[in-house]
C-alpha cells in the first residue's frame, strides 16, 4: 500500500533543509541536489514538489519571509517589532541569516527581487502603523522616514550582530534598538 506523504510538510522540510544549508553555507549551495541529501530525500523527490532550483530558492524564500514578517506583525509596539529583526535567538539568528542572503541576491535576480519588495513592504506597513501610533499627528513624510530610520538600524544591527556576534550580543542589541525607539519623533529629517 502506498504511504501518504503530506505535500505541505514534504515542503516544509524542504524548506528547512535550504536553511540549514543557506545558514551553514551560503546560498551558492543551494541546488536540487544538496538540498535532497540535506533533506534526507532522492532528487526526483524534490523534483516533484520544486521543478528548477529557482522554484525552489523562491519557494524557500517565500517562506521564510513570511514568517519573519509574521513575527514583527504580530509583535505589539516599535521595539517588539524590531526585535523580531535581530538574532537574538537561535531561530531568529537562522531565518534572519537566510532571509538576509536572500535578499542581497535579490539585487541581482528580479524572481527574488519581486519577494523582496513584497517582504519589505508589509515588514514597513507593520512598523509604520507602530510609529503611527507613537506619533499621531504627524505628516506622512515624517512618520515613513522614521519607520525606514528604524527599520534600517534594526536591519544593520542584525547584519552587524550576525557577522559579529562575538561582541554584538543579544543585550547590546536590545540597548541599541531601545536607544533608537526613544528617539522616536525627535530626529530632525533632512
Same mark, same amino acid.
Given at each position: 500500500?502506498? /504511504?501518504?506523504?503530506?505535500?505541505?510538510?514534504?515542503?516544509?522540510?524542504?524548506?528547512?533543509?535550504?536553511?540549514? %544549508?543557506?545558514?551553514?553555507?551560503?546560498?551558492?549551495?543551494?541546488?536540487? @541536489?544538496?538540498?535532497?541529501?540535506?533533506?534526507?530525500?532522492?532528487?526526483?523527490?524534490?523534483?516533484?514538489?520544486?521543478?528548477?532550483?529557482?522554484?525552489? @530558492?523562491?519557494?524557500?524564500?517565500?517562506?521564510?519571509?513570511?514568517?519573519?514578517? !509574521? @513575527?514583527?506583525?504580530?509583535?505589539?509596539?516599535?521595539?517588539?517589532?524590531?526585535?523580531?529583526?535581530?538574532?537574538?535567538?537561535? *531561530? !531568529?539568528? %537562522?531565518?534572519?541569516?537566510?532571509f538576509s542572503a536572500f535578499r542581497l541576491a535579490a539585487r541581482t535576480d528580479p524572481?527574488?527581487?519581486?519577494?523582496?519588495?513584497?517582504?519589505?513592504? !508589509? %515588514?514597513?506597513?507593520?512598523?509604520?502603523?507602530?510609529?503611527?501610533?507613537?506619533?499621531?499627528?504627524? *505628516? @506622512?513624510? *515624517?512618520?515613513?522616514?522614521?519607520? *525606514?530610520?528604524?527599520?534600517?538600524?534594526?536591519?544593520?544591527?542584525?547584519?552587524?550582530?550576525?557577522?559579529?556576534? /562575538?561582541?554584538?550580543?543579544?543585550?547590546?542589541?536590545?540597548?541599541?534598538?531601545?536607544?533608537?525607539?526613544?528617539?522616536?519623533?525627535?530626529?530632525?529629517?533632512?
Amino acid at each position: 500500500m502506498p /504511504r501518504f506523504v503530506d505535500a505541505a510538510a514534504r515542503r516544509r522540510e524542504i524548506v528547512e533543509a535550504v536553511k540549514r %544549508i543557506v545558514a551553514a553555507d551560503g546560498l551558492a549551495r543551494v541546488s536540487l @541536489r544538496e538540498v535532497a541529501a540535506e533533506a534526507g530525500l532522492v532528487v526526483g523527490s524534490v523534483r516533484h514538489y520544486f521543478e528548477t532550483a529557482e522554484d525552489l @530558492r523562491i519557494h524557500a524564500f517565500e517562506s521564510v519571509a513570511e514568517d519573519v514578517v !509574521r @513575527r514583527v506583525d504580530g509583535a505589539e509596539g516599535v521595539v517588539a517589532q524590531l526585535c523580531q529583526l535581530l538574532p537574538l535567538d537561535e *531561530e !531568529r539568528a %537562522i531565518d534572519l541569516c537566510v532571509f538576509s542572503a536572500f535578499r542581497l541576491a535579490a539585487r541581482t535576480d528580479p524572481a527574488l527581487l519581486a519577494v523582496a519588495d513584497v517582504a519589505h513592504g !508589509r %515588514i514597513a506597513a507593520a512598523v509604520g502603523r507602530s510609529v503611527l501610533a507613537a506619533l499621531p499627528g504627524r *505628516e @506622512r513624510h *515624517e512618520l515613513v522616514a522614521e519607520a *525606514e530610520r528604524l527599520l534600517a538600524t534594526a536591519e544593520g544591527l542584525s547584519l552587524h550582530a550576525l557577522v559579529h556576534g /562575538r561582541w554584538l550580543d543579544a543585550d547590546l542589541c536590545l540597548a541599541v534598538v531601545r536607544a533608537q525607539a526613544d528617539t522616536l519623533g525627535r530626529v530632525p529629517s533632512a
